[in-house]
């Protein structure tokens, strides 16, 4: 019979709903269970393409002898990091203080009931190896911990919960300085690996944000290490396995430094900010690879990621038929009888099957190995029919719930690109999402933060704000609509009421009116996805030199200062604060379009076609009303007319694109 979870939303949570163990989705019911009959509470935090979540859960939590064990000793609560990042925040930073050890998925603590932990781990076998101790035989001898060790476990816990109060940033500076800034490109061109590209070594991850910083800072100061930093990286990676060849997009990570195998799920929230990243690297370069990666990225994320009521899905699964990577793999037996002798000889030493196996000693995962020779009509033929093939294997699992932060930021990502090369199926893909997000997942002026098979819930975080904020930014950039303007205002407004600190500065990560937990983060470092707090100030600082609204840029303001001493004592792990700090120090350059017709999407186009980080550009045809006393500019006399202002300070009106281009290139 399937247990609780069935009813979830969570495809996670689903997966595990025919477990023998009595699972409990994160709720009151299983916290006063443990409450009332005294258990310790077994937490797996875990989410639905993780390959080793599936191997725990085949080991263990299908074993009936393990789930037995569970059953009697403890409270079992299952948990999607992916739905509760609030939970997966706090329950990894705990897992750090307790071992001293990095954390990731699966995660496994041991709760008092009260939501404190006491033991914890990642992965464990069943049984007892890879140095580590079987689950089997460590449940037994937690649950008598609990029972024979409560002083020392009260003490433990008291000195822990201090310990995540401490990580809560005090206030800082009073004054913002822009030192952090090139202290950050210093320390990233130490970590810098320059044969391979990326930061740092084996596994090794994408890390889109600090690339768009440094490539920002290219773009603003010149210099070649900053472009060197960005182009050998996003070059290897285009050329890697962690990119997949045939069907766009990129995987989560590479295991190794060379990019070659990927741990191989695909993650939305990779592939929007490398959407962008690219597109934006591709305006500095005009790199032929970096066009391909974004239009094959593109196509990829339409076809296989976007539903039919529109929003975009979560991933795709590192494994199929229970084999990590089975769906992406090939022999050079399989792919000469599928394409031809021709179409072999320009594809084979391209993506290295006339080598050796890369993966597992018996398969090959592509990746461009050599400099393509040959007709490109046979080696995208070639291609083509590989991808006709793979199609027809069996897929991957595709976690189809519906996430308010990781939709946001790709959105960011298909806009950013159709902005970029003119893309206008693109842009419609993203108005689509940001479309379903405000008709089905914003009620009651709030946002729920998850949806899946009709039903959206669970209260919104920092980043579903933050992120989609940020991407209606981006969209009125493109074509602007006022329904977009009036949900950024919006969603503002909800920053500022339900996570801002209004004492000491700064977003909560959960709202005001969220469920009590035994911490409440304030996040700032960059992670997989970058800090909410850095996108919150950035996104609220260009809203509010948009509409002139001191509000924001005051709020924006009071989360740099109180984050300020942290990112200056570690400035490269913080790339959206950073970006937020250079614009409140430099406030940004908008440059407002008013005309009509193909002369003001001509004007737009070309102000677009160069990369500059530090300007927005809004294109508002003659017939937009109701707009804010800031972009309410008269209709021109001429065809079109631009505004330039920075901070409090506009230019006369201009009639002629050259100038306002050239005011563009020289004025900072």
């Not at 320059?194 to 210099?223: D, M, N, Q, V």
């Not at 002026?445 to 039903?455: E, I, S, V």
Request: proline share 6%; with cysteine.
């Amino acid at each position: 019979m399937p247990n609780r979870l069935a009813q979830e939303t969570s495809l996670y949570l689903q997966q595990h709903a025919q477990n023998p163990v009595d699972w409990y989705p994160w709720g009151e019911q299983a916290l006063r269970l443990a409450r009332e009959h005294d258990k310790p509470i077994l937490l797996s935090v875990g989410y639905s393409a993780c390959h080793w979540c599936h191997v725990m859960a085949h080991e263990s939590f299908e074993d009936e002898a393990v789930a037995a064990q569970m059953n009697r000793l403890f409270v079992n609560i299952k948990v999607d990091r992916e739905e509760r990042p609030d939970l997966d925040q706090i329950y990894q930073s705990a897992h750090h203080m307790l071992t001293r050890r990095n954390g990731g998925w699966p995660l496994t603590m041991f709760l008092m009931p009260d939501g404190t932990p006491f033991f914890g781990g990642t992965y464990f076998p069943k049984t007892s190896r890879y140095n580590m101790p079987g689950f089997l035989d460590l449940l037994p001898r937690i649950e008598q911990a609990y029972r024979e060790q409560r002083g020392e476990i009260a003490k433990q816990n008291a000195s822990l919960l201090a310990a995540l109060a401490s990580m809560v940033p005090q206030p800082g500076a009073a004054v913002l300085e822009r030192a952090p800034i090139a202290q950050a490109l210093q320390e990233l061109e130490r970590i810098f690996d320059r044969t391979h590209g990326g930061i740092g070594r084996a596994p090794k991850f994408p890390h889109p944000y600090e690339f768009a910083f440094c490539l920002r800072r290219h773009a603003l100061e010149g210099g070649a290490a900053a472009l060197e930093i960005v182009n050998t990286t996003l070059t290897r990676m285009a050329e890697g396995g962690i990119y997949d060849h045939l069907g766009g997009g990129f995987a989560r990570y590479s295991v190794d430094e060379t990019w070659t195998i990927p741990h191989f799920e695909k993650m939305l929230y990779d592939n929007g900010p490398l959407l962008a990243l690219y597109a934006d690297a591709w305006r500095v370069t005009q790199a032929p690879r970096y066009q391909s990666v974004c239009e094959e990225t593109a196509a990829w994320v339409m076809r296989e990621m976007q539903s039919s009521e529109g929003g975009y899905y979560s991933s795709l699964d590192a494994d199929s038929e229970h084999v990590e990577g089975k769906f992406y793999v090939w022999t050079p037996q399989e792919v000469q009888a599928l394409i031809t002798p021709e179409e072999y000889a320009v594809l084979a030493p391209h993506y290295g099957l006339d080598g050796a196996p890369n993966f597992e000693h018996e398969h090959w995962h592509l990746r461009v190995s050599k400099p393509f020779e040959g007709d490109p009509a046979l080696l995208a033929s070639a291609r083509a029919k590989l991808l006709a093939t793979r199609v027809k294997r069996i897929w991957p699992g595709r976690d189809e719930k519906i996430l308010v932060s990781w939709n946001a930021l790709m959105v960011t990502g298909m806009a950013r690109a159709a902005r970029v090369f003119d893309q206008p199926a693109w842009l419609a893909s993203a108005r689509r999402a940001v479309d379903f997000i405000r008709g089905t997942m914003w009620r009651n002026q709030r946002l729920l933060a998850t949806y899946k098979d009709g039903k959206a819930h669970l209260n919104a975080y920092l980043d579903d704000y933050a992120f989609l904020l940020d991407a209606l930014i981006e969209l009125m950039q493109c074509e602007f609509r006022a329904s977009d303007l009036d949900f950024a205002r919006a969603l503002a407004e909800c920053l500022l009421d339900q996570f801002e600190d209004r004492q000491h500065g700064g977003f909560y990560f959960v709202s005001h009116d969220h469920e009590k937990l035994i911490q409440r983060t304030k996040p700032g470092f960059d992670n997989a996805t970058p800090s909410g707090n850095g996108i919150a100030a950035f996104a609220l600082q260009r809203l509010g030199h948009l509409i002139g609204e001191p509000r924001y840029l005051q709020a924006a303001e009071r989360a740099l200062k109180l984050f300020y001493d942290s990112l200056a004592a570690q400035p490269s792990a913080h790339a959206s604060l950073l970006t937020a700090l250079e614009e409140a120090l430099t406030p940004p350059r908008i440059v407002v379009l008013r005309g009509s017709g193909e002369a003001l999407k001509y004007w737009q186009r070309e102000l677009v076609a160069r990369y500059r980080p530090d300007t927005m550009v809004i294109a508002l045809a003659n017939d937009c009303a109701d707009l804010p006393p800031a972009l309410a500019k008269p209709a021109p006399a001429a065809a079109v007319n631009a505004w330039l202002c920075q901070g409090v300070v506009c230019l006369p009106p201009l009639a002629d694109l050259g100038t306002i281009a050239r005011h563009l290139d020289t004025v900072r």
